[in-house]
């Protein structure tokens, strides 16, 4: 399977993570599933409850 990127990052879309909201970039790992990744890593997919809480 042949990409078409060519290395320019900054044309990626990226979005903020919904527990801490640092901005995270696409990756080819989340081609497939983009519109439902929410957190920046598993720490902040493990405080999502901890959010919500406080929200």
Do not use: H, I
């Not at 993570?17 to 439902?36: D, E, F, Q, Y």
């Not at 990744?37 to 902040?44: K, M």
Request: a positive charge; one cysteine or more; glycine letters at 4%.
């Amino acid at each position: 399977m042949k990409s078409d990127f060519k290395g320019n990052k900054q044309s990626l879309p990226s979005k903020p993570c919904a527990v801490c909201g640092r901005t995270m970039t696409w990756r080819k790992a989340w081609a497939k599933n983009w519109a439902s990744v929410l957190y920046c890593s598993d720490a902040c997919r493990a405080r999502k409850k901890e959010k919500l809480k406080n929200d």
